[in-house]
């Protein structure tokens, strides 16, 4: 386990696609999609939060974040999550991302790693922009593209670097995000 990692779970989105939020929809197994993301946060980091409104899902024990630009979408949820202050690194994913496993998370986080770090496809013909691993000490260039109206987080990171963890096409699988009832339905075959 990384000193100081914690686990952040963006769950601040509108859900248009999916009709509701997207965090509370309970797969063919009867949990909520969130609950698989933080069940695998919650085996590689010593603590995890929920960032955005998560309307879908209320747990007690699970500290909420409020996003600070609501509406900007997940760099907003990193803003606010890097602002506060809980942790050295942050693990972050999508509360839509319900296929992550522990061993998948791992490979994120190393220690002495003081940049962003994602995975990149086999081949190196692109990147996955979450999960992500995310140093506290970038704020400050979150903010800028925030500030400038830089919203993407393709933009933000980069293009993917050769020290970059990659992941087979079997793999990249663990990282798709379910985002419509047919990708329910989908995954429910």
Known sequence: MAAACIGAILAGGESRRMGAPKEGVRLTDGRRMVEHVIAALSAVCERVVTVGECRGYQDESITRIPDLRPGLGPLAGIEAVLSSGLGDSYLVAACDQPFLTPGVLRR??????????????????????????LPAACLPRVREALDAGRLSMRELIGVGRPEWPTVTAAEATRLRSVNSPEDVAVQER
């Open 108 to 133: 994120l986080i190393e220690k002495g790693v003081e940049e962003p770090r994602c995975f990149r496809e086999e081949g190196g013909a692109g990147f996955h922009p979450f999960p992500c691993y």
